[in-house]
């Protein structure tokens, strides 16, 4: 073989062990988590007619999965998690008590308030009852009143902004934040906005170990999620949460989940635009919850 030869065939087996290598290189990103888990969104999409927004957090690994992961979508009930911690705020600083109680007679009733709804004009409820029934039941009236406690909807936001979350806000009450218009900003978040403010609320030093205690019990005790979230992640998982309704499609959860043994994995999904109905949504809730923890195993 002359030395042309030679040189031409060592070129064309460097350039086909580069093609090789491409080739394997481009499978495994194809079959990454992060891709496969766009495949399952764009599916989710298409079925439910429907924009969806995931962020996933795995805070032992830092892995991290999203889609539309910081586009706006209406929060509807799931901020009463963040009114709660800001509560809890209040409380830690000694301007709130747990203890206090209130009457509701002249209180605007809202439309579910099955926890309010039900006391006599003459019955109290105490702080403590507000917000577990803001979380756990997510009672709209528990929650205004909550609201007019820390000095309004703008208050939470400047709550939010002194805690770190500078995309968050809240400009209305029960129930007119549920309208979710499309262009509309008021009373939105992003899914990573809202995963990374409640992770830091429920794990930092924004509020006293106590606080910190008393939020993740009544996340965890919260009946309002069986179907969503929760249902897609492993059994032995401990899960706490906070749901989300309201118009035009929007159906949302954000969750925390510790898996046994190990540090949580957090999560927001929050869905607008489909006119399914809601067993339809809560299914595809589960199916991304199912997608989040076999990807953080």
């Known amino acids: 073989m002359n030395l042309t030869a030679l040189h031409t065939t060592h070129r064309f087996l460097l350039a086909s062990l580069l093609l090789l290598f491409t080739l394997a290189a481009c499978g495994r990103e194809q079959?990454?988590?992060?891709?496969?888990?766009?495949?399952?969104?764009?599916?989710?999409?298409?079925e439910l007619?429907?924009?969806?927004?995931?962020?996933?957090?795995?805070?032992?690994t830092g892995n991290e999965l999203a889609y539309r992961a910081d586009e706006r979508f209406a929060m509807a009930s799931t901020f009463k998690?963040?009114?709660?911690a800001a509560v809890l705020a209040e409380v830690d600083a000694g301007t709130l008590d747990l203890e206090e109680r209130y009457g509701i007679d002249g209180v605007d009733m809202q439309s579910y308030s099955p926890v309010v709804g039900k006391l006599a004009p003459n019955e109290t409820?105490?702080?403590?009852?507000?917000?577990?029934?803001?979380?756990?039941?997510?009672?709209?009236?528990?929650?205004?009143?909550?609201?007019?406690?820390?000095?309004?909807?703008d208050e939470l936001t400047q709550f939010l902004r002194r805690s770190g979350d500078d995309v968050t806000r809240l400009d209305r009450y029960e129930t007119a934040l549920n309208s979710n218009d499309k262009g509309d900003e008021r009373d939105t978040t992003t899914p990573r906005a809202m995963t990374h403010s409640m992770y830091r609320l429920l794990t930092s030093d924004l509020l006293s170990s106590a606080s910190k205690q008393r939020i993740t019990e009544w996340l965890i005790a919260s009946q309002?999620?069986?179907s969503r979230l929760r249902a897609g992640l492993p059994p032995?998982?401990?899960?706490?949460?906070?749901?989300?309704?309201?118009?035009?499609g929007a159906a949302n959860n954000f969750a925390i989940a510790w898996p046994p043994g190990r540090k949580p994995v957090v999560m927001t999904v929050f869905m607008s635009w489909s006119d399914t109905d809601v067993d339809t949504l809560n299914v595809a809730h589960a199916r991304i919850a199912a997608h989040i923890a076999a990807a953080f195993e």
């Open 31 to 46: 079959n990454s988590p992060g891709n496969d888990f766009a495949d399952l969104l764009l599916t989710l999409e298409q």
């Open 49 to 60: 007619d429907g924009t969806i927004g995931v962020f996933a957090m795995d805070t032992m």
């Open 81 to 84: 998690s963040l009114l709660v």
């Open 125 to 153: 409820i105490s702080l403590s009852e507000l917000c577990a029934a803001a979380i756990t039941i997510s009672d709209n009236t528990a929650t205004n009143m909550l609201l007019e406690l820390i000095g309004g909807p």
């Open 224 to 226: 309002t999620g069986f």
């Open 236 to 248: 032995g998982w401990t899960v706490g949460d906070k749901t989300g309704m309201g118009r035009n």
